[in-house]
């Protein structure tokens, strides 16, 4: 560090600066009208220095980690450099080839000035409900950009600070909400005034020289703080490979996902060459978005607690050959480009599992499945939509089991009470699945059961609609279940979504885009716990037992998979038969593996 | 006549009394009795030797539910929920604030899985029956119950906020066959939607219910023995105060009740001396809290966390940590030392109060290193023992192979760099620069760390107030009675009934009005006011908006324009032709209560008079050094007095330490303002 710069004001300004981006994401949370924004939290917000390297971000979705400040250098490029920034202006883009995770991110650039000088960026993406796809609220099963909706790529909305309110109305004219897209994209720009004047205010506080200084200080921090970590892991080349369902259009044939990690001193590469090509369906990820995926997984094991900037991704390289999957070219369709990036991540870890056991997990439910309601209210034509917000088990780790129903980020459900006031549902069950879990030493956590009945009725009892639509999505299922890391086991049922469970109506809304509902019709949304992580055989019979006294496990399971052995009745723990079970089971699975 | 407040900590229960006739103020401290802090409160009292029956005002700040929820003392709680939703406790939002952490962990739910029973019936969300509560089912679940023993039950349906029945059903039922239970109904708590934060909040309120009840019982009996003929009044959250009868079953809203009274008091005194930006550091026996002062007003919120867990419910905001006098010094398995969260509290307390405690803690570590005075613990009233303090120290000095003062010096550093953590999260945390602000520290051990603190965060000056140890009990003779009323009603400004509003609010504005009367408050020092909640259709987050008491046609505008100019204001942006949507009426009722005013003191020259001074002490300030502190008598110091540090100021309730380098003034009311040898702005 410099010598006039010291170490307790740069704390205050990287705290600074956290908590500006802090106040970004509350001033998005209650200007928005979008419950996406509002209660999902389906957006991210930060701050970036003049070159659009992060200096903080507030926590949200980690999906978000790298690609905001590629699309800050991606706009500039478009419009031939970073000089033709003026004060006043605001651009957006959702380019998800060059920017975004799909067409729905849209993001607000807005550059920050000093005396006419460019001096710093505030970003704030958020998930649109619609930006004008071929069907409701998204389309997942297109094989084509343009039936995904609109894309605006660098456009800028405000120039010197006057809306240009022609571009306006060619964005809400094309889209089904109109009223909400341009509410919601006053509040990001609103958002990234908060972020201005915050970040002025320090720069006012302590001159700008100094707080380029310091800022780059925070950055060389972090940077030093990531390569100590990554020293610590033994140096090699670790691979993994694991399977993404289906290529979008062949809902039947799993696509192959590689991954290399190279370690080496301070360094890592990860390299994704091996994976699928590029594919008919919604599969694709854009390159920005694919490396934002390796960028979590990256984090989680480096850093995952100092408040992140660009300067931890600074020891990272990511290879993504031309033609893979993961370097998505228009017009390739992208909505679910994000799952098989999912699946890249936790391959990452997978392969370092046994390099860095303490730092990993085992996968989780694979972070992806959701439905999206919609329809229209007959009497005053509005256009209704709601959502869905699944989690599922995280996957267990060197320390202690995953966690019940819980997603990956910021990303919240919305409270049941609050689905049955705004639209036609009536929610059946929201509970914890008994026998959902990976199996292991350190078991994966269980995963969540939701099943909706679309009733037609609005809560004000003054509208019905007599039909509806649902967008639902899920990855990870039948063909290309999640995974247990060091002998730990799979879920035992993978995620599945269907309409009318159990009855003759019964039908697969693994993925289905616009399926059409009929008022009393159930959804049922299964997501499945975490992986395990380490031999079942050697978890601990209390808490085996604890877990059966909690009804989470069945008493079959547990002798099944744990090999503990429990009275059906009080639950009491039989030591004799457990161990000569357990001895048994080990031995036949050593058989298997031979085999 | 008299007005009398209590506060009972983890470790001491304050008192201060303010005499009615002549404006004059008394302090007591007297050991907290964590068995029945019934007993120690009542000491309290008595130790100002007047009739309890010629006391007008009695407010109570207690510990007793923060303390269970963080130290997970509660009882056995069951939760009776709508069938499909008992695992609404345990999957919370389903979110996680740290986004890298593949190891995160979520808190485990006050209540486990196997005695979170459901039972058969739903209402909708316009609160009409969908299916009747099916009362077999309770009959079975209250079987269960008495097998397993519960004490406590929350009840929290799916959208009861919308219609209570089923609950009252189930509460009335539970009462009739398991009157042993007490029994927390969430419509009772909270009307407010959001199933996941109103059975939290429930969960909670019935977790220390049982606990709170025995102490309330037994407190109100031994005041009535000694003719109290007032009500008790208890301090809330909200930085208000409630009489008992809610307090019983609520709470809930007594989380915050002591180091709220803390903020209030210090906001308070800071703004009478000219401070109005101001960090509250309050470190008794048990925890140390702090709270942000900003322009003269404690900083609020709608909605806290406890341990992660949410309560709806408004609150000043406080945070806190295990750091305090009786925190316990331990070492980890991989050989680490810690302090806290685990304290002594006051029985066994720390090591040297010789009632068997035989954990090292900070108070004794404080004693070994020379800062406290074995001779003048609580003023010399109570005995403490630096040979016990001593041999508890010992076992930290034995497993790390040091001397027992480097031992005792490790604890006290990581006792401060804890609570400066603490401090940093309410600042630096929330873009605030500490060295913009002044310190208000109390409690007894808050002057004795607060220099140390201080000089960490660069906070330019610490102002201790007298009586330091009493001082959150100070705080709550200067609050005033209120009352909050809210009545969830949900219409679009344009549609709404004005003589159905104006019933609600008259309907409020008499209930509150009956407490105030009830509670001794004169009509002409009664203020109402009235606020609408609303905002734009469509949107989920409200903005208040002043009402007049008699709503009219005419109105409604004025109320939307005044709408659209805080949206303004607080948004930086409106939409006025957007249509506005009430949420909810709110009746606030403020009973201005008369305060005590803060009395000046002597005044003296520069150099303090010779018998204040007491000698002086040998410290240990660092690694094998040693430093001489001048060691002073408060009560004898004089306004104007000027005291170089190193310095010891001893008083009765709280020792106060000014390190090298640092200076501290009396200032007219005997405050003492300590300023730290480095330059930066003040809070002023």
């Not at chain 2, 010992?394 to 027992?404: L, P, W």
């Not at chain 2, 403020?590 to 005013?597: D, E, I, L, Y």
């Amino acid at each position: 560090m410099k010598k006039e710069l010291n170490e307790s004001t740069r704390e205050i300004i990287r705290y600074a600066l956290m908590e500006a981006a802090n106040e970004m994401k509350i001033k998005l949370i209650k200007m928005s009208v979008d419950t996406l924004f509002y209660e999902a939290k389906d957006f991210s917000v930060g701050l970036f220095n003049s070159k659009g390297e992060m200096l903080s971000q507030a926590a949200g979705l980690p999906h978000f980690l790298g690609n905001l400040g590629q699309s800050i250098r991606e706009t500039a490029k478009d419009i031939d450099g970073f000089d033709k920034f003026k004060p006043g202006d605001v651009y957006i883009t959702n380019d998800p080839y060059s920017a975004t995770l799909h067409i729905n991110d849209m993001t607000v650039i807005y550059p920050i000035f000093w005396d006419d000088e460019l001096i710093a960026f505030s970003v704030a993406r958020g998930h649109w409900s619609g930006i004008g796809a071929a069907e409701g609220v998204q389309v997942v099963s297109a094989d084509n950009m343009f039936k995904e909706g609109n894309v605006f790529k660098s456009i800028k909305l405000w120039d010197r600070g006057k809306l240009n309110y022609e571009v306006m109305k060619i964005i809400t004219y094309n889209c089904r909400i109109p009223d909400k897209i341009e509410r919601d994209l006053y509040a990001q720009r609103a958002a990234c005034y908060v972020g201005e004047q915050r970040l002025k205010s320090l720069v006012k506080k302590y001159g700008k020289e100094r707080f380029f200084n310091y800022t780059d200080a925070i950055l060389d921090h972090a940077e030093r703080f990531a390569r100590n970590n990554i020293k610590k892991i033994p140096d090699g080349e670790y691979e993994a490979s694991g399977y993404w369902d289906d290529n979008g259009v062949n809902l039947n044939m799993p696509i192959p996902i590689h991954v290399k990690v190279i370690v080496k001193g301070d360094r890592v590469t990860i390299d994704l060459t091996g994976s699928s090509k590029r594919v008919p369906g919604s599969a694709n990820c854009g390159r920005t978005q694919s490396e934002t995926e390796c960028r979590w997984a990256y984090c989680a094991i480096v850093a995952p607690f100092l408040p992140t900037n660009e300067g931890i991704f600074r020891p990272l390289r990511v290879i993504i050959p031309e033609g893979s999957i993961f370097n998505a070219k228009k017009p390739d369709a992208t909505y679910l480009g994000y799952g098989p990036a999912d699946v890249a991540k936790d391959l990452i870890y997978t392969a370092l599992a046994s390099a860095a056991p303490r730092k990993v997990c085992a996968p989780n439910y694979g972070q992806m499945e959701n439905g999206a309601f919609y329809g229209i209210w007959p009497k005053s034509q509005e256009f209704w939509y709601g959502w869905v917000m699944m989690a599922g088990g995280t996957g267990g780790n060197f320390y202690r089991d995953g966690q019940n129903a819980m997603t990956f980020g910021d990303l919240s459900n919305e409270p049941q009470e609050k689905i049955e006031r705004n639209y036609p549902f009536k929610v059946i069950r929201y509970t914890l699945p008994p026998d959902s879990e990976g199996a292991g030493k350190h078991r994966g956590g269980f995963g969540l059961l939701c099943e909706v009945e679309f009733t037609g009725k609005r809560w004000s009892g003054d509208d019905v609609c007599k039909e509806a639509r649902v967008c639902a999505y899920a990855g990870r299922g039948k063909n290309a279940p999640t995974w247990g890391i060091l002998g730990g086991h799979s879920p035992r049922l993978p995620n599945y979504i269907k309409v009318n469970p159990g009855t003759p109506e019964e039908v697969d809304a693994f993925r289905k885009s616009g399926y059409p509902l009929k008022v009393g019709d159930v959804v049922q949304f299964y997501a499945c716990g975490g992986g395990g992580y380490g031999d079942s055989l050697e978890r601990d019979v209390k808490l085996v037992q604890e877990d059966v006294k909690e009804g989470l496990v069945s008493v079959k399971c547990a002798k099944e998979t744990y090999g503990v052995v429990l009275d059906s009745d009080t639950y009491e723990i039989d030591v004799e038969e457990t161990k000569e079970f357990r001895q048994k089971l080990s031995a036949s699975r050593d058989k298997g593996r031979k085999k | 006549m008299y007005r009398l407040s209590t506060d009972v900590g983890g470790t001491f229960t304050d008192g201060v009394l303010l005499d009615e006739t002549t404006g004059k103020v008394m302090v007591s401290k007297v050991p907290s009795t964590p068995v029945d802090p019934a007993i120690g409160t009542i000491q309290s009292m008595e130790r100002f030797g007047i009739p309890i029956n010629e006391v007008s005002f009695l407010v109570h700040g207690t510990t007793v539910v923060i303390n269970a929820l963080l130290e997970g003392k509660g009882v056995k709680t069951a939760l009776i929920t709508t069938k499909g939703f008992r695992d609404v406790l345990e999957i919370r939002r389903s979110n996680r604030t740290e986004m890298y952490n593949a190891l995160y962990k979520k808190p485990t739910p006050l209540i486990p899985r196997y005695l979170r029973l459901e039972i058969r019936e739903r209402m909708g969300a316009n609160g009409k029956v969908l299916i009747p509560l099916k009362i077999s089912n309770l009959a079975q679940i209250i079987e269960y119950l008495h097998k397993e023993k519960v004490e406590s039950i929350a009840v929290c349906l799916i959208n009861a906020y919308a219609n209570p029945e089923h609950e009252e059903e189930i509460g009335r039922l539970l009462n009739e066959q398991y009157p042993e239970a007490t029994i927390s109904l969430s419509h009772t708590i909270t009307k407010r939607y959001y199933e996941y934060e109103r059975t939290s909040t429930t969960v909670q309120n019935a977790y220390v219910m049982p606990v709170v009840q025995r102490y309330l019982k037994n407190l109100e009996k031994e005041l009535r023995k000694r003719r109290f003929q007032s009500v008790l009044q208890i301090m809330q959250s909200n930085g208000g105060i409630m009489t008992s009868v809610i307090a019983r079953e609520m709470p809930i809203l007594m989380v915050e009740s002591g180091p709220v009274a803390g903020a209030i008091g210090g906001a308070q005194l800071a703004s009478t001396i000219g401070y109005n930006n101001v960090i509250t550091y309050d470190m008794g026996g048990t925890t140390a809290k702090t709270s942000i002062v900003r322009g003269g007003l404690p900083e609020t919120s709608d909605q806290y966390m406890v341990e992660r867990r949410p309560i709806l419910s408004p609150v000043i905001d406080i945070r806190e940590i295990g750091a305090g006098g009786g925190s316990i010094a331990w070492i980890d398995e991989a050989g680490a030392l810690h302090v806290g969260p685990q304290s002594a509290g006051a029985k066994p307390g720390p090591a040297c109060y010789m009632q068997g405690g035989e954990e090292p803690t900070v108070t004794d570590a404080d004693l070994q290193l020379g800062i406290l005075d074995p001779n003048y613990f609580l003023g010399g009233e109570m005995d403490i023992s630096t040979q016990l303090a001593r041999e508890a120290i010992k076992k930290v000095a034995h497993s790390f192979g040091i001397s027992i003062d480097r031992a005792a010096l490790g604890i006290i550093k990581i006792v401060n760099n804890n609570m400066a953590g603490l401090l940093r999260s309410m600042t630096v945390k929330c873009g605030y620069d500490p060295r913009d602000f002044a310190m208000v520290a109390f409690g007894g051990a808050g002057p004795t760390h607060a220099a140390a603190v201080a000089r960490e965060l660069n906070i330019p000056t610490v102002i201790v107030p007298s009586s330091p140890g009493v001082f959150s009990a100070w705080g709550m003779l200067m609050t005033d009675l209120r009352h909050d009323f809210t009545q969830t009603y949900i219409k679009l400004m344009s549609n709404i009934d004005v003589r159905t509003v104006n019933g609600i609010f008259r309907n409020l504005e008499v209930q509150i009005k009956e407490l105030l009367e009830r509670e001794n408050i004169l009509d002409e020092n009664i203020m109402i006011t009235y606020e609408m909640d609303l905002r734009y259709y469509g949107q989920e987050h409200t903005l208040a908006v002043s009402a007049p008491s008699k709503l009219t046609h005419a109105d409604k505008e004025v109320l939307n324009r005044s709408f659209d100019e805080l949206h303004l204001r607080i948004y930086g942006h409106n939409a006025p032709e957007e249509p506005k949507e009430v949420v909810s009426l709110k009746v606030v009722g403020m009973g201005k209560v008369r305060k005590p005013v803060l009395q000046t003191i002597t005044r003296g020259d520069e150099a303090p008079v010779s018998e204040s001074r007491l000698g002086e002490r040998r410290v240990y300030v660092e690694e094998g050094k040693y430093q001489e502190f001048s060691v002073y008598q408060r009560d004898k110091l004089r306004a104007g007095n000027i005291i170089q540090g190193p310095a010891i100021i001893e008083e009765p309730t709280s020792t106060t330490v000014v390190e090298n380098n640092q200076i501290c003034s009396v200032d007219q009311y005997g405050n003492l303002i300590i300023t730290l040898n480095h330059i930066g702005q003040m809070g002023r």
